[in-house]
């Protein structure tokens, strides 16, 4: 499976954006899709999580800013991105979790300024 993260930018804070991770092949909706984040100098981190069935799982540092969606129609993964902070400026990268494998997307950098 490859996957394919896109729709990163510069946006000022308060602003929005939405990513987009479109995957190279059908993806079951009970298979876990989420995105993370890493800024620079420090560890990636989970932001958010979707599966079919079930709630989203979020961040507490995005929780009520940030909203994950997928179109399975599409194989692609959403994240909206709603009051945007400095804080928030990392790369983001899409994963999913195939058959007991993690695939990576390549990453979407997003800086937010103050």
């Known amino acids: 499976v490859q996957l394919q993260a896109s729709g990163g930018g510069l946006v000022q804070a308060g602003g929005s954006l939405r990513l987009s991770c479109a995957a190279s092949?059908?993806?079951?909706?009970?298979?876990?899709m989420a995105w993370y984040r890493q800024a620079p100098g420090k560890q990636r981190e989970f932001v958010a999580s979707?599966?079919?069935?079930?709630?989203?799982n979020y961040a507490d540092s995005v929780q009520g800013r940030f909203t994950i969606s997928r179109d399975n129609a599409k194989n692609t993964l959403y994240l909206q991105m709603n009051s945007l902070k400095p804080e928030d400026t990392a790369v983001y990268y899409c994963k999913a979790n195939v058959e007991s494998q993690h695939y990576w997307g390549q990453g979407t950098l997003v800086t937010v300024s103050s």
């Open positions: 092949r059908t993806i079951h909706s009970s298979v876990v």
């Open positions: 979707i599966r079919s069935g079930r709630d989203p």
